[in-house]
């Protein structure tokens, strides 16, 4: 009798699945689906290849990543790096962008973002995404320094030394 309980509820449990489309959790990982727990995987692979200098390893990892989880910023963050090595600052400022979309209180993502956009002249935008990153972290000295480079680049050098002062 205890056997025939326990088919019936997992087939009802089964058909509540199908009919509702809800993704399975990964035993193992609780609260994580499949999909983000391939995720995660490409991610660390990515993470790894990038330390052995496989660069183009690396960036096919962080692709399969956001092909099993788009919102993944670590994904995101590790394309920008890699499009930032390749010198394709373009690139790089929309895997950027996407990330501090996505995490909009990451301190790397808002940096980095910023970054790009010094290298690619876009000051204004540049300095917006620095301020938004010293909102997070007001005491990076990389943040500071860089903004107070921006500044000097647009000719406010007034608004400049609080920041190269940090």
């Given at each position: 009798m205890k056997t025939s309980n326990a088919l019936g509820a997992w087939v009802c449990v089964s058909a509540v699945i199908l009919l509702t489309g809800c993704d399975l959790h990964w035993p193992g990982s609780p609260g994580l689906t499949k999909a983000q727990v391939r995720a995660n995987e490409h991610l660390q692979q990515g993470q790894a290849y990038i330390e052995q200098g496989?660069?183009?390893?690396?960036?096919a990892a962080f692709?399969?990543?956001?092909?099993?989880?788009p919102r993944l910023v670590e994904?995101?963050?590790?394309?920008?790096?890699?499009y930032m090595q390749r010198g394709q600052n373009d690139l790089a400022e929309q895997s950027y962008a996407r990330a501090a979309e996505l995490a909009p209180n990451s301190f790397d993502?808002?940096?980095?973002?910023?970054?790009?956009?010094?290298?690619?002249?876009?000051l204004d935008l540049a300095v917006r995404a620095y301020l938004q990153a010293l909102t997070?972290?007001?005491?990076?000295?990389?943040?500071?320094?860089?903004?107070?480079?921006?500044?000097?680049?647009?000719?406010?050098?007034a608004e400049a030394i609080p920041y190269a002062k940090k």
């Open positions: 496989l660069l183009d390893s690396a960036f692709g399969l990543a956001l092909e099993e989880n994904a995101h963050m590790g394309m920008g790096g890699i993502a808002h940096y980095h973002l910023a970054y790009a956009r010094q290298l690619l002249g876009k997070i972290e007001p005491n990076s000295a990389a943040a500071n320094q860089n903004l107070a480079g921006a500044y000097l680049q647009l000719g406010r050098a």
